[in-house]
């Protein structure tokens, strides 16, 4: 199973971006997700999670503003991220977890997604 993330890149203040995590292989269901920013110099910070019973929760700093959402026919989660702000500028890194076919059996996996660069500035 791999993770391919997208969406990032440079808006205003004000803006929106939709960041994706795919995920594929032998990709059996995606289960729970959650989006960690880090910026330099700093650990990764979790801004939101979605877990199994699709439950959702978000950091403080982004209540109100992002959303967290998974497609079950494309094996990918979302971050919507609306009215962005420079705070928001930072490394946005996925991590996603649910079950892959191994030859007939279901294995849990957990995986990173390569990082994606969110630069808010005028």
């Known amino acids: 199973v791999q993770l391919q993330a997208s969406g990032g890149g440079l808006v205003q203040p004000g803006g929106s971006l939709r960041l994706s995590c795919a995920a594929s292989?032998?990709?059996?269901?995606?289960?729970?997700c959650k989006w960690f920013r880090q910026i330099p110099g700093s650990g990764r910070y979790q801004v939101a999670q979605?877990?199994?019973?699709?439950?959702?929760n978000y950091a403080d700093s982004v209540k109100g503003r992002f959303t967290i959402s998974k497609d079950n026919a494309k094996n990918t989660v979302y971050l919507q991220m609306n009215n962005l702000k420079a705070e928001d500028t930072a490394a946005y890194y996925c991590f996603v977890e649910g079950y892959y076919n191994d030859d007939g059996a279901l294995n849990g996996f957990g995986l990173w997604g390569q990082g994606t660069l969110v630069t808010v500035s005028s």
């Open positions: 979605l877990d199994s019973g699709g439950t959702t």
């Open positions: 292989g032998s990709v059996y269901s995606v289960n729970a």
